[in-house]
Antibody
Framework: EVQLVQSGAEVKKPGESLTISCKGS????????IGWVRQVPGKGLEWMGI????????RYSPSFQGQVTISADKSISTAYLQWSSLNASDTAMYYC????????????WGQGTLVTVSS | EIVLTQSPGTLSLSPGQRATLSCRAS???????LAWYQQKPGQAPRPLIY???SRATGIPDRFSGSGSGTDFTLTISRLEPEDFAVYYC??????????FGQGTKVEIK
């Protein structure tokens, strides 16, 4: 069974750093792109970026380029989303999602990680 | 970058009624790489439709997708109580990037 399991909720202060994770299982992690999607409370879905764990090829949405860092460790089937300095506007639910091998739609989603940034 | 515009923003209907949701793209979606997702409060999105008209695994046949080019439609033939949710369209493709519409909320009238 394919699963994407994300790390737990985080509460951080402005200026702090953070890394959240997404662990894949039940499939060959290296051969599927994993994307990250932001959802601000009460708002819609925003694509942030995507990584191919096999060779760490990364594409960022222009809206998030320079704001976050996406990485992956294929040896432990885990993708990461990192902030070096959080601010209140980063408060949101963050989802990882698997891109299908052909075509490119999402076929599996993680359960989401809620990040709250508050002083 | 393709922009997806969904309408209406909110659809107020009763169980048993037909729901018609629209997703319009700013330019042609190649190969009809258009998907629909359902999201309920506190849950991750759930895949419904891909390739504009193919149902994802386990999706009941009251959900159907249609359209091509720049205009796409999600139809729910007879609304069940569990169908009241927010629906998003998504453009995808061979280039590994995604674009989402802003969503349509289907609420109980």
């Amino acid at each position: 069974e394919v699963q994407l399991v994300q790390s737990g909720a985080e509460v951080k202060k402005p200026g702090e750093s953070l890394t959240i994770s997404c662990k894949g299982s039940g499939y060959s992690f290296s051969t599927y792109w994993i994307g990250w999607v932001r959802q601000v409370p009460g708002k819609g879905l925003e694509w942030m970026g995507i990584i191919y764990p096999g060779d760490s090829d990364i594409r960022y949405s222009p809206s998030f380029q320079g704001q976050v860092t996406i990485s992956a460790d294929k040896s432990i089937s885990t993708a990461y989303l990192q902030w070096s300095s959080l601010n209140a506007s980063d408060t949101a639910m963050y989802y990882c999602a698997r891109r299908t091998f052909s075509g490119g739609r999402v076929d599996y989603w993680g359960q989401g990680t809620l990040v709250t940034v508050s002083s | 970058e393709i922009v997806l515009t969904q309408s209406p923003g909110t659809l107020s209907l009763s169980p048993g009624q037909r729901a018609t949701l629209s997703c319009r793209a700013s330019r042609t979606v190649s190969s009809n790489y258009l998907a629909w997702y359902q999201q309920k409060p506190g849950q991750a999105p759930r895949p419904l439709i891909y390739g504009a008209s193919s149902r994802a695994t386990g999706i009941p046949d009251r959900f159907s997708g249609s359209g091509s080019g720049t205009d796409f439609t999600l139809t729910i033939s007879r609304l069940e109580p569990e169908d009241f949710a927010v629906y998003y369209c998504q453009q995808y493709g061979n280039s590994p990037s995604w674009t989402f519409g802003q969503g349509t909320k289907v609420e109980i009238k």
